[in-house]
C-alpha cells in the first residue's frame, strides 16, 4: 500500500513562510488526487488543500484562500504545501493524505474519508 511521508514542518514566526513537502513511495502516485489537512491539539482535523492527479484543480479552505499554494510533481511523487503570510492560527500538525478513488477529487474532504494517517509534520510559532 502506498505511505506518504509528510516533511518541511519547522519554527516560524508570524508573516513568515513555509513549505511542507509530501511524498509518496507508490508508482500510481499520478493517479490520485492528494490533500493537506491540519490538526492542533482538542480540535479535529480540518481540510486545508486538495489538489488533482495532474494538478490541474486545487481547492483550498476560506483561512487559508490566498496564503497557501498546493502544487505537485509526478515525476518526483510529490506534493507541496507552500504556506505564505503565517498566522498563529495556522500552527498544527500538517498532514497528507490520497484520495481512496483515482481520477477522482473533492472540492473539500472530510477526515472520515480516509482510513489511515501518517505522522504529519509540526508547523510552530517563535515570538
Known amino acids: 500500500q502506498e505511505q506518504l511521508v509528510e516533511s518541511g514542518g519547522g519554527l516560524v514566526q508570524p508573516g513568515g513562510s513555509l513549505t511542507l513537502s509530501c511524498a509518496a513511495s507508490?508508482?500510481?502516485?499520478?493517479?490520485?488526487?492528494v490533500a493537506w489537512f491540519r490538526q492542533t491539539s482538542g480540535k479535529d482535523r480540518e481540510f486545508v488543500a486538495a489538489?488533482?492527479?495532474?494538478?490541474?484543480?486545487?481547492f483550498y479552505a476560506d483561512s487559508v484562500k490566498g496564503r497557501f499554494t498546493i502544487s505537485r510533481d509526478n515525476t518526483r511523487n510529490t506534493v507541496w504545501l507552500q504556506m505564505n503570510s503565517l498566522k498563529l492560527e495556522d500552527a498544527a500538525v500538517y498532514y497528507c493524505?490520497?484520495?481512496?478513488?483515482?481520477?477522482?477529487?473533492?472540492?473539500?474532504?472530510?477526515?472520515?474519508?480516509?482510513?489511515?494517517w501518517g505522522q504529519g509534520t509540526e508547523v510552530t510559532f517563535s515570538s
Open positions: 507508490g508508482r500510481a502516485f499520478g493517479n490520485y488526487s
Open positions: 493524505n490520497r484520495d481512496p478513488d483515482p481520477h477522482h477529487i473533492y472540492s473539500s474532504y472530510l477526515p472520515t474519508d480516509f482510513h489511515s
Open positions: 489538489i488533482s492527479w495532474a494538478g490541474g484543480s486545487t
